[in-house]
Structures are given as structure tokens and as C-alpha cells.
């Protein structure tokens, strides 16, 4: 029987740092400059939209590492808006975040392994979905063995992941090649600066997950503020300076006109082995984001479980005797993952629910705002710089991309909306059942 419901806390500091890194730096810094250039108009104004992201990601993160500072519990932001705003609420962003969001967003990072790997080995449909479901089964193996295991798979993949991306930040910057850099103005049609903001927004998601975590970080009162807000600022650098290599390397029509501006770069620098060096370093990246995914989203349902929220909460609260790890809700997730693999509708879910999840997460940052009134602030403990200006900021750009979300899609984010809802009813029965 697996009855224990306390997590060990063997997760470094290192580890959460590399969780933060891991789980923002995916796909998007390889692939996402050519889109941002095209809609901000300019290299100059590329830049700074990158800049501006980077920017509002900080004032979120250090906004929510207040919240973790106050409330260092497993869970993340469903445990944070649960206290906050009450039950219902945060049940509401864990049944979408346990059902949905994170399986589905652990298979489409499966299948963009699998995918990738077609650079490699030729694959036939069916071959990538097998493929993408091996890798899954050792990842969860993994996990369920040990979360020191699932840790060091993470430190090891982000360190792997950032090999390709230094080496082309410190090639390039001192690389003779210079046909991008003759002028910085020249101007891209494209749909704006706003929308190019929005590009990056998507490109620095992802380092809440860690605060999934808080209940097996050592001194995560202290460690969570550090490892959000030092990981984040290092992906902001990251990020700028890759862009300005890319923009160095390139010129600029190639730069507007290309779907991998990374793998382009790499070319120049290191020849026709770039691409195949900047496909590898892709590759280790979304191993590394699934790893990180698959390990956070467990602690979901799981710490639903301990409070008896879900159908079979018994089974996903328990941790196991001897791994003491909560191999139960791994492999849910694991399961459910592997549905939307071979369903295909992992793309269409995760779509569906954007909009949903930035209503709960723009609630998070806000939520600084009622925990102050709810709880003042400890003399010691860690506090969000420059309030109210800093949660503004993080609110600001919520807001910016929930109206860009509905003016660009509005049915898709009614139908988000009325999927998230479908959790009422199951709240309010598990309650019941409880009383």
C-alpha cells in the first residue's frame, strides 16, 4: 500500500535553480527571433520587445516569490490561489492544470522530441509516437525511482541545453561575420510592436512550475525568491544576447523570412554541422522542459489527493514506502499523457486552455496584494521590491495578453472557460463527500 502523503526534501538548490532555467529555456529561443524580429519592425525594436518581456516575466516572478516566501507549500499557484481566494478557486486551476494542461503539454513535448529526432533517424507517424512515448516511460521511471533522480536528469539536460546557445552567444559576438549588423533600423513589415511582446511573453513562460515543488526544497522560504528571481534574470541575458548574435550573423531578409533563425546562425558559425549541433541542442532542450514538466505536474494532484479533492484522491495523495516519491500521481499524468500522444489533440488542448491559465495566473501576481492585508510581512523574510509598481507591472502584461487572447480568438477562450467550469460540479461532490 502506498498511504504516506509527506514528500522528502531532497530537492537542491541547484535543482530548483535548474527547474526554472530548464522549464523557460525550451524550443522558443531557437525559433522564436525570427517571428519577434517580423512583428516588431526592427532589429532595435526586436531587442527591446525581448527586453520589455523579460521585464514584465521579473516583476511577476518576483511578485509570486513573495507568495512562496509566505505560503512554502507543495502545489505552486493552485496551493497559492486556494488560500487566497478560496477552495473553489484554486481546485478550479489544479483540476485544468491535473486533467489538461500539464499532460497534454508533456506529450506535445514528447512529440517534439520524437519529431526533432527526424533529423536524425527517419521516422514514420506511428514510429515518432512510439518513440515519444518511450522517452516518456524513461522519464517517469525515472521520477518514480527518485525525485534526486529527476533532478539531476534536469541539471544535467540544462547544462546540456545551454552548450549550443553559449557557444553561439560567445562565437558570435566576436565572429568577423557581420552581415545583420550593417544597420539595425531597417525596417519589417509586420503586426506590431504589442504582438512581438506577446511572442516573448511565451518564450519566458514556465518558471512557476518550480513552486510545485516547495514542500521538497530545503528552506524554500529563502530558496524559491533566490531561484525565480536570479533564474529569470539569467534567461532575460540569455535571451537578449542570442538575439543580438543572431541579428549579428544574419541578415536581416533571412533573419524575416526563416522559421529557425538558431539553426541558421549555427551555420554560419560552425558550418554545415550547425544545423545538425543546434537540432541536437533542441533536443536536449525539450527532454530537459519534459522532464521538468512531467516531475512538476505530478505534485498537483497529488497534493489535491492529500485533500481529498479528486476521485481516487486516496490513490494519487500516496507517496511510495521505499522511492518515497509520488509515483502514483507520476504515472496519472504519465497515462493521461500518453492518451493525447496517440489522440493527437495535445496542440488543440493546450491551445484551449492559454487563455484560462493566464486568468490564474494574472490572479496570482495580484494575489501579493491580499496576502499583504492577509498576512504583513515578517521582519527577515523575503518581500517584493517597489510595490505596488513590481505586481502592476506582472498584472499589466497578464491582462495585455488576455485581450490580445480574446480579440484574436474569442471562441477558443469561451471554450476554455467552459472546460475549466466543468470542474464545479466535481468540486462541490468531493466536498460532500468529505462532510
Not at 520524437?114 to 509516437?129: E, V
Not at 560552425?270 to 537540432?279: S, Y
Request: charged share 10%.
Amino acid at each position: 500500500m502506498i498511504q504516506n502523503t509527506s514528500l522528502k526534501k531532497s530537492v537542491t538548490y541547484i535543482e530548483a535553480m535548474a527547474i526554472v532555467v530548464g522549464m523557460i529555456i525550451g524550443s522558443g529561443i531557437f525559433l522564436k527571433p525570427g517571428i519577434v524580429f517580423r512583428n516588431a519592425g526592427s532589429p532595435t525594436m526586436s531587442i527591446l520587445a525581448w527586453v520589455v518581456g523579460g521585464i514584465i516575466t521579473l516583476a511577476s516572478a518576483l511578485s509570486v516569490a513573495e507568495i512562496s516566501a509566505t505560503i512554502p507549500k507543495s502545489g505552486g499557484l493552485y496551493t497559492y490561489l486556494a488560500d487566497l481566494y478560496g477552495d473553489s478557486v484554486g481546485f478550479l486551476l489544479g483540476w485544468v492544470q491535473t486533467v489538461i494542461s500539464y499532460p497534454a503539454s508533456v506529450a506535445a513535448l514528447a512529440i517534439a522530441f520524437a519529431t526533432y529526432s527526424t533529423y536524425f533517424i527517419p521516422l514514420g507517424g506511428l514510429q515518432q509516437k512510439l518513440l515519444a512515448v518511450a522517452v516518456l516511460l524513461f522519464i517517469l521511471l525515472m521520477n518514480v525511482l527518485s525525485t534526486k533522480f529527476g533532478g539531476v536528469i534536469q541539471t544535467i539536460a540544462t547544462i546540456g541545453k545551454l552548450i549550443p546557445v553559449v557557444a553561439i552567444i560567445c562565437v558570435g559576438l566576436f565572429a568577423n561575420i557581420a552581415p545583420g549588423a550593417v544597420s539595425l533600423n531597417i525596417p519589417v513589415t509586420g503586426a506590431g510592436f504589442g504582438v512581438a511582446i506577446l511572442g516573448t511573453l511565451w518564450a519566458y513562460d514556465g518558471w512557476i512550475s518550480v513552486t510545485n515543488m516547495a514542500g521538497e526544497l530545503k528552506n524554500p522560504s529563502k530558496t524559491l525568491p533566490r531561484v525565480i528571481s536570479v533564474g529569470v534574470i539569467f534567461v532575460i541575458a540569455v535571451y537578449v544576447l542570442f538575439n543580438m548574435v543572431i541579428f549579428k550573423v544574419l541578415p536581416l531578409n533571412t533573419i524575416a523570412a526563416s522559421q529557425t533563425p538558431g539553426a541558421d546562425a549555427a551555420k554560419v558559425l560552425f558550418g554545415t554541422g550547425g544545423g545538425a549541433f543546434i537540432t541536437a541542442g533542441i533536443m536536449v532542450s525539450v527532454f530537459g522542459a519534459l522532464n521538468g514538466y512531467l516531475m512538476t505536474a505530478a505534485r498537483v494532484p497529488h497534493v489535491m489527493g492529500t485533500k481529498g479533492q479528486l476521485p481516487f484522491s486516496k490513490f494519487l495523495g500516496g507517496i511510495h514506502p521505499k522511492m518515497e516519491t509520488p509515483a502514483n500521481a507520476l504515472i496519472f499524468e504519465s497515462v493521461l499523457a500518453v492518451i493525447y500522444i496517440f489522440s493527437g489533440t495535445f496542440n488543440t488542448l493546450t491551445d484551449l486552455l492559454v487563455f484560462v491559465l493566464w486568468i490564474f495566473f494574472t490572479m496570482g501576481v495580484f494575489g501579493v496584494f491580499i496576502l499583504r492585508k492577509k498576512n504583513p510581512p515578517v521582519k527577515g523574510n523575503y518581500k517584493v521590491p517597489l510595490l505596488p509598481i513590481t505586481p502592476i507591472l506582472g498584472i499589466v502584461g497578464g491582462l495585455y495578453i488576455l485581450i490580445s487572447t480574446v480579440i484574436s480568438d474569442p471562441v477558443r477562450s469561451i471554450v476554455g472557460i467552459a472546460i475549466t467550469l466543468i470542474g464545479l460540479p466535481v468540486f462541490f461532490y468531493m466536498e460532500k463527500r468529505k462532510k
